[in-house]
């Protein structure tokens, strides 16, 4: 059995970066990096918020980090106790991802005098907008202290600064900040109340964009000094009242009490793990891997909102733009869907409510219909640029394609849509512009079909996959799988055979000529080509042309790299005039849509492509454990299932794309891991409407139990010596 918590001794200011993900907090509305109190920006600390965005120039456009509220440090005998600068004597720093509680406790020899400082912190998941800590210092010896607790505004970003104007107030034991963004004028108001358990000569100072008040006593030996603080964050976007609304959950809660806040959230984190945990018997270490990688699935679950979906680097900062990629249908969905189908539905809802940012993407480029964009921000704005990568080599930016050519992203979009309305039988997503979105998803694709003067075949040209590496390639096999699944969506609701309501087919009816709609879609699906397992080796082709690029190992392709950091894709790439490639790709589809195929060209396909898979993207390990799975090689799975589940925990994943830094939270593998164990291992589906069970556990694994929400029940399943064990409630 495990402890449900994370933890490491000593301090070490090389970690701070990697830190800041593994111990991050979060609620879905905010995600709160694993740092220190008294840290600085230059110790990586963010308060990064959900949905809310800024550019600076031509410089990305990137997510808000809110001023740190939780900013705090002592000094004791005129030093400043911080760790960074002056390094604690002892120090340990534990996530207890069960209760979503952080603490630290460090220990520090001034001039003979021991202090120890231990603090906690949680970010509240029933009241999104309230962060709570608790500072408490002690002393051997009596000593003069200053506690200095307030509101940093000096925030780290990657492409800022974004506040234009930052105003500090302090009133009694409040503070206040309210800034103002640089591109939209946006407001983020934080606002906090300070609470201690001792008299101490009560001051206030403010520092260039530190609002700070101080707290100076003489402290007595084996006194606890406790410094509490509930702090609200609130945006415009939120709500026209953002300052009072802040000001007031931050009074409310402080006058309720720092303890209160702190067991609402334990209770909160309580319920959802009691549908959500996974209990493994047999491999602590798997089942750790795996409930943490679900805590940070919870951490970023928009549930405060109903509309919205999730960045691929969850909450942990502003890497990849904070924008929302295929990552969260084909990785993340499952397990929302699984455990609490009401966030799936609020993931699905962002994407229908900006379709008409993937209307106007898709006209951009002359198409019709909806082309999602690749890296999407408020509003479905694309904010993948042209050039992704920098050169290590010249510094210059690099010419890429994703944005352009990874068109399967429309069909992750359909794919989620109808995932959801067919497990949970719900259709008033479709209702609710489902429906339309599903059609002009379908009228993107249609209008990027191509066809050769002596083929009845459709094709699918000039694209990207998911092995970014290869650009611009002809019929990956993937995309025009996804294109064709997209068809035959549209064509199901064009033709009527989708429960709609009456009045959204008569809409759907006045904005299009459905039949027509439906007959061409189904041609569309009927006749666009798929690639065909080669008739002598069973290998399906990624693209057109793949089998005759040169055949190399990923190790030999790695040899050739002049510079660790260098790009591996692109024109120019080492990958990119080889059969290497960065990440599953007909293995997804095969995974996907594996009853299509026999048991044998799976296993051919698997067999082929892993060696040629280098695995640089955190997606791809989780696709080689499912299709594993489904051969009924569970162990040949348990090593790809292991490294998803440990991306966080473990770290070490990649941090560069060039020279550009993409350090942060894996929430795709943490959702590739669950379905590994749920739907790999656990041998979890639906068919014919009921819940079904098949079982395939890795040898040392003893139990696997975990539930499931369908149909509004929960099911409970347990398994042990190779029987499903199955209870609803
Ligand atoms: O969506 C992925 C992509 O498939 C590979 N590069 C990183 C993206 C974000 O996780």
Request: hydrophobic share 40%; with cysteine.
């Amino acid at each position: 059995m495990i402890d449900w918590k994370v933890s490491e001794s000593g301090f070490d200011s090389s970690k701070n970066t990697s830190n800041g993900n593994k111990y991050l907090l979060g609620n879905g509305y905010m995600g709160v990096r694993g740092t220190l109190d008294e840290f600085e920006k230059d110790g990586y600390v963010a308060i990064n918020l959900a949905g809310i965005y800024d550019q600076v120039g031509d410089a990305w456009r990137e997510p808000l980090n809110a001023p740190n509220a939780l900013y705090t440090y002592a000094v004791v005998d005129g030093v400043k106790l911080d760790a960074n600068a002056f390094a604690p004597k002892s120090h340990t720093f534990t996530l207890d991802y069960r209760k979503a509680l952080l603490t630290r406790e460090s220990v520090w020899d001034v001039n003979g005098v021991t202090v120890t400082v231990k603090a906690e912190r949680f970010a509240s998941m029933p009241s999104p907008h309230l962060l709570g800590s608790r500072f408490v210092l002690t002393v051997d010896r009596e000593a003069k202290v200053k506690l200095v607790a307030g509101i940093d505004s000096d925030v780290w970003d990657i492409n800022g600064p974004h506040y234009d104007k930052v105003v500090g107030s302090t009133l009694d034991n409040s503070i206040k900040v309210v800034t103002t963004t640089h591109e939209s004028a946006d407001h983020v108001c934080v606002a906090e109340e300070i609470r201690t358990n001792f008299k101490a000569e009560a001051g206030s100072f403010e520092e260039p964009l530190k609002t700070l008040k101080t707290y100076e006593f003489t402290a007595e030996p084996g006194v606890e000094y406790v410094l509490d603080k509930l702090a609200a964050v609130y945006t415009s976007k939120d709500t026209d009242e953002f300052e009072a609304e802040a000001q007031k959950l931050a009074y409310d809660k402080a006058q309720a009490g720092y303890e209160a806040a702190r067991q609402e959230n334990i209770d909160m984190w309580e319920s959802k793990w009691k549908v959500s945990e996974i209990i493994i018997e047999g491999d602590d270490k798997a089942m750790e891997a795996t409930n943490y990688s679900l805590y940070h699935l919870h951490c970023i679950a928009p549930r405060h909102a109903d509309s919205m979906s999730i960045a691929a680097r969850g909450l942990s900062g502003q890497t990849y733009k904070g924008a929302v990629f295929w990552d969260t249908e084909m990785f993340m969905l499952d397990f929302f869907l699984f455990t609490e189908p009401a966030v799936a539905k609020t993931l699905m809802k962002y994407r229908i409510d900006t379709l008409q940012g993937a209307k106007n993407k898709a006209a951009g480029y002359g198409f019709d219909g909806a082309f999602y964009a690749w890296e999407s921000q408020e509003g479905g704005f694309d904010g993948c640029s042209d050039y992704n990568v920098t050169d290590v080599f010249t510094g210059r930016p690099m010419r890429t394609f994703f944005k352009d050519k990874q068109i399967h992203i429309s069909a992750a979009v359909v794919y989620g849509i109808m995932k959801y309305v067919r497990y949970t039988g719900d259709t008033s997503i479709l209702n609710e512009g489902g429906a339309e979105t599903v059609i002009e998803c379908a009228k993107f694709y249609y209008s990027l079909l191509l066809k050769k003067v002596n083929s009845d075949k459709y094709e699918l040209h000039d694209v990207i996959g998911p092995d970014e590496y290869h650009e611009r390639v002809n019929n990956n096999g993937y995309t025009n799988r996804m294109a064709k699944y997209t068809f035959d969506a549209a064509a199901e609701i064009a033709a009527g055979k989708c429960d709609l309501d009456a009045a959204v087919v008569e809409k759907l009816g006045k904005q299009y000529d459905l039949a027509d709609l439906a007959a061409k879609f189904a041609d569309a699906a009927e006749h666009l080509y798929i690639p065909q397992p080669d008739p002598k080796t069973g290998v399906i082709e990624q693209f057109d042309g793949y089998l005759k690029l040169e055949d190399c190992s990923v190790d030999e392709v790695r040899s050739r790299l002049l510079h660790d950091k260098e790009y591996w894709g692109g024109a120019y790439g080492v990958a990119a005039h080889t059969q290497v490639i960065k990440q599953a790709d007909v293995v997804t589809w095969l995974t996907l849509f594996a009853d299509e195929f026999d048991d044998d060209t799976l296993l051919k396909n698997w067999s082929f492509y892993e060696p040629r898979t280098e695995h640089g993207s955190s997606l791809s390990a989780c696709m080689y454990a499912l299709l594993a799975c489904r051969c009924g090689l569970s162990d040949w799975a348990y090593p790809f299932f292991m490294k998803s589940a440990s991306a966080d925990i473990k770290g070490g994943g990649k941090e560069w794309a060039g020279l550009v830094y993409i350090g942060g939270t894996h929430p795709a593998a943490a959702g590739g891991a669950y379905m590994n164990v749920v739907k790999g291992f656990g041998g979890f589906s639906i068919k014919n409407g009921e819940v079904c069970v098949e079982p395939a556990l890795p040898s040392n694994w003893t139990r696997l139990a975990y539930n499931i929400n369908y149909g509004g029940k929960l099911y409970h399943i347990d398994i042990k010596d190779g029987k499903a064990d199955i209870t609803v409630s």
